[in-house]
């Protein structure tokens, strides 16, 4: 078995990437690149029939009010939380709006992405204020039309419900859409002062989405219809990456309802009239495979001894503070340790799918997708037609997690479509979705650090090793980087060159965030050194801080025992710096009565601050018969303005659930470079018999509102493992959390 | 030809006997409620009512519910007439991304079928079959409690028609 070869892979070279920085939750594109275009590219669902103050709203005559959802919905509740903000300007309950997913287009754009895109727990925090400030320029221009129609003065006139009142005269909205259209839009507009909020910071109910998702008719990628689709199933190699070298179809092509057997760049695929048809026949196809030669040299245990290896290498340093090296030696005692973290699939429960009509020089695709610009470049990239005659329709999403921020399987779906040439649809098996995953990188990391006497650090050392992120969203999204101009065939050669072309440029943020930030320590040193065996790596739900949360909140217990202080009293010493995280750990302490467990059982505390938004646990848990129970966790989170309250604690309650999946099985292994789980019955997923009752605690805060996706995760895996402690004396240091 | 009865009407098909009712139903019978997560009956995403139970239809050959009764999400109710087990669902704010809620719906209703008030172990062992990643299992719990409660006082947990409440 040979080594993971790691040679020129951390290289300092830091230029080229000032033009795609990368942070933890997301792609940011810094620089558009792409040439000047003389006419404004018309907005996706433009009609003639409604206004369309701006690119989020239409106002049709009849007084509906549509809102294009710039966010993808995937569980976590953006379409009621941004549809909250549109009624409150409009002063309308939500549920009189009505939402359609926006298409793609540059006014969509995430603020400071460059690109639609949902993730990093962005979209609450990037869209709060220019939501409401559309909302509030598009009732500005109903008043002033309302005013200029009646006569009177704007200031005598009040909007509600989708009606304007002046005195006992009243109309429609919809009345006034007409002329508003024709009005200048004001400049400066006044959002609501927060004193007069009817509907923010409060449970209005039911969430948009819910009635569509309690009776079945929401609809999902899987669900997508449109006349003379085909279904498709494709078989790919074992080893992600590997090519077809040959296959014989064994007969199934004349198999009743079969219609085609075809060969695209990573499988072969059946199209037949029904899904069970092609799934079926695509069992009896034998390939012969070209395996890729990286991944194929690689399994668990080679990789993880890398990685170890790896953390002899001094590697490059990503944060300096102080002089760490000198405040180990001014140290009165030192602690060192070494955790790690596995390979994690996603799982959404809808497994990828996709449905792609090709028509000539135009496209349409349906997906679900968290960044629909990517979908429509990997189907242009694929099928040769230009980006802007490709529509691309977002459904809702059955989970997303980060993992449908990459878009295989829209290229794969257009690959299909190509060579046969009609409407298709493909939908992945569970096995190909645990084994075709963008997965969370695998991480190990050594952490050193000293005290002084009196048991406060002076010195914080943190050494990760790892694949990286970034040259696989690079892969994906080049593209969209370059100028509309390049020829795609080129864009794909240099994307698919995007490893060894950007990788090591410089070291990527996704890949040591969160492992020193949190506390104060006057010496401080981060490291990395990257070691990548050729699996595909992607954004997974916390991305770096769901494993480097894990790493930095147990050694911090570790610390505290070694100085023989109170874990929880021990970080608070170091948070001088961290106010609102320093509240919230208070506050989930205080709630769950740490230092007091029951009897039977044990406590455990973490807190992390991620994506601007700052959550602590307390996990309370048993162990009896060698069996860990975790009863219930106690949550405080402070993400400023809340928006909608329940909706904040579902998400703390689906990261926490989400995070437990990881910390007590998640574990996506490799033989010869294949993945070897495959199904819920070996990479199983926590079942409701094993969930906590879950307390959360909302901060009422007026900062700037911030994302609740993620940062419910990354406290829970060290929080469970640090009660584990508690209750046996036993520090796990590797997830899951496997009791010895 | 294989024929069942589908939301209480009976429909027909000729596809082959070992096909997944899963597929027949949502393919051949365009109800799309019903999902495919994991097709080895591990998940729950695709439960449907077989003769009043519960069943996982992607790996129940169409051929064995032959002359049976097939009940989907789309059968029990319907956004202006919803069951009350889907109102509990919209009361509790149980669903985030949706996807596995028409299974876990249908199991609910199922277990509240055989069993009008099950306690917290009796849901956890007869719902520990259906999946959800984003995690709602403390809300599906509360959600078939309250159902459990209204069913037998007779009162409605989520009226689509009364007007919008902002709580604090």
């Not at chain 1, 400049?187 to 969430?207: A, Q």
């Not at chain 1, 078989?235 to 009743?256: H, L, Q």
């Not at chain 1, 605690?697 to 996706?709: K, Q, R």
């Not at chain 2, 917290?120 to 719902?127: K, L, P, T």
């Amino acid at each position: 078995m040979s080594t993971v070869n790691t040679k020129g892979l951390n290289s300092s070279r830091r230029n080229f990437l000032k033009l795609a920085g990368i942070t933890g939750g997301g792609l940011v594109l810094g620089v558009s690149l792409n040439g000047c275009s003389s006419a404004p590219t018309p907005l996706p669902y433009g009609t003639k029939d409604a206004w369309q103050p701006h690119a989020f709203l239409q106002l049709t005559p009849e007084g509906e009010v549509r809102f294009f959802l710039p966010q993808a919905e995937m569980g976590q509740g953006v379409t009621h939380g941004l549809v909250t903000l549109v009624a409150e300007e409009l002063n309308m309950p939500p549920s009189m709006i009505s939402v359609k997913v926006a298409g793609v287009h540059k006014d969509y754009d995430v603020p400071g992405a460059g690109m639609q895109v949902t993730g990093g727990s962005a979209s609450m925090r990037t869209r709060y204020d220019g939501v409401r400030q559309s909302a509030a320029t598009a009732r500005e221009l109903l008043i002033s039309a309302a005013a200029q129609q009646w006569g009177v003065a704007s200031g005598e006139l009040a909007l509600l419900d989708g009606k304007i009142n002046h005195g006992d005269r009243v109309a429609s909205i919809g009345d006034f859409v007409a002329l508003a259209a024709g009005l200048p839009a004001p400049e400066n507009v006044s959002v609501k002062p927060d004193s007069e909020f009817r509907w923010i910071g409060k449970n209005t109910g039911p969430r948009v989405d819910a009635i569509a998702k309690v009776t079945g008719s929401a609809e999902f990628g899987i669900d997508v219809e449109i006349p003379n689709l085909k279904r498709a199933a494709l078989k790919r190699c074992p080893v992600i990456g590997g090519k077809v070298k040959s296959f014989n179809a064994n007969g199934v092509d004349k198999v009743d309802g079969v219609h085609r057997v075809v060969s695209i760049y990573n499988g072969v695929a059946v199209l037949a009239d029904h899904y069970w048809q092609a799934k079926k026949a695509i069992e009896s196809i034998e390939v012969e495979w070209e395996y890729p030669e990286t991944l194929t040299a690689h399994s668990t245990d080679d990789i993880q001894k890398a990685m170890a290896e790896a953390l002899s290498e001094e590697g490059e340093n990503s944060f300096t503070q102080g002089d760490a090296k000198q405040g180990l030696i001014e140290s009165s005692s030192t602690l060192t340790a070494r955790y790690s973290a596995p390979f994690l699939a996603h799982a959404t429960m809808e497994p990828m799918n996709c449905v792609v009509h090709l028509q000539g020089e135009r496209a349409e695709v349906w997906a679900p997708t968290q960044a629909p610009g990517l979908a429509q470049q990997m189907a242009a990239e694929q099928s040769g037609i230009d980006r802007d005659n490709i529509q691309v329709h977002t459904t809702f999403l059955g989970g997303g997690f980060g993992r449908r921020a990459f878009h295989d399987f829209v290229a794969e779906t257009t690959a299909i479509a190509k060579v046969t040439g009609v409407p298709v649809q493909l939908v992945w098996s569970r096995e190909d979705d645990i084994q075709n995953d963008y997965y969370r990188p695998a991480a190990m990391a050594d952490f050193e650090a000293g005290l002084d006497k009196s048991g406060q650090l002076v010195s914080w050392n943190a050494k990760r090793s790892g694949p990286n992120i970034m040259p696989y969203m690079i892969d994906e999204a080049l593209g969209m980087m370059l100028p509309e101009a390049v020829p795609q065939g080129i864009v794909e050669w240099m994307s698919k060159r995007g490893y060894g072309v950007f990788d090591g440029w410089q070291i990527d943020p996704a890949s040591v965030e969160g492992l020193h930030e949190d506390y104060t320590v006057p010496n401080k040193s981060v490291n990395h050194v990257t070691v990548d065996p050729g699996l595909r790596c992607g954004y997974w739900r916390s991305v770096g801080h769901s494993f480097s949360g894990f790493f930095v909140e147990s050694f911090m217990d570790e610390l505290a025992l070694k100085s023989g202080q109170d874990p929880l009293q021990f970080r608070l010493k170091h948070m001088d710096d961290n106010p609102r995280l320093k509240n919230v750990l208070k506050l989930a302490a205080e709630k769950a009565g740490w230092g007091q467990p029951k009897p039977g059982r044990f406590l455990g505390i973490a807190a992390v601050k991620s994506f601007e938004s700052y959550v602590a646990e307390v996990a309370e848990i048993s162990i009896e018969n060698q069996t860990l129970k975790v009863h219930k966790v106690t949550c405080a989170v402070d993400c400023g303005r809340v928006v909608n309250p329940d909706i904040v604690r579902t998400q703390m309650e689906s990261g926490i659930n989400y995070g437990l999946t990881a910390a007590l099985y998640g574990d996506i292994t490799i033989k010869d470079g294949a993945v070897q789980e495959s199904n819920f019955h070996d990479y199983q997923v926590l079942r409701m018999s094993e969930a906590p009752d879950i307390d959360v605690i909302l901060v009422d805060s007026e900062e700037a509102p911030t994302g609740v996706g993620e940062p419910g995760l990354p406290p829970i895996a060290p929080a469970v493992a640090n009660a584990i402690f508690s209750a046996t004396g036993q520090r796990l240091r590797s997830l899951p959390l496997k009791l010895g | 030809m294989i024929s069942f009865r589908l939301n209480g009407e009976t429909v027909s098909t000729d596809v082959p006997a070992d096909t997944p009712l899963l597929w027949v139903v949502r393919e051949h019978f365009d109800l799309k409620g019903s999902k495919f997560g994991c097709g080895k009956g591990l998940c729950g995403a695709c439960t449907m009512h077989f003769n009043g139970s519960a069943i996982r239809t992607c790996v129940m050959p169409v051929a064995a519910v032959a002359d049976g009764e097939v009940t989907t999400v789309e059968g029990i109710g319907q956004a202006d007439n919803l069951h009350i087990v889907q109102q509990a669902w919209i009361k509790h704010n149980v669903p985030q991304c949706g996807y596995c809620q028409s299974g876990q719906i249908m199991s609910a209703v199922a277990l509240l079928e055989q069993n009008p008030n099950p306690s917290d172990g009796d849901i956890e062992s007869f719902m520990s079959g259906n999946i959800c990643r984003c995690g709602t299992y403390s809300r599906i719990k509360q959600a078939i409690h309250s159902a459990a409660e209204a069913k037998s006082s007779g009162v409605i947990l989520f009226d689509p028609l009364a007007p919008e409440e902002a709580t604090a």
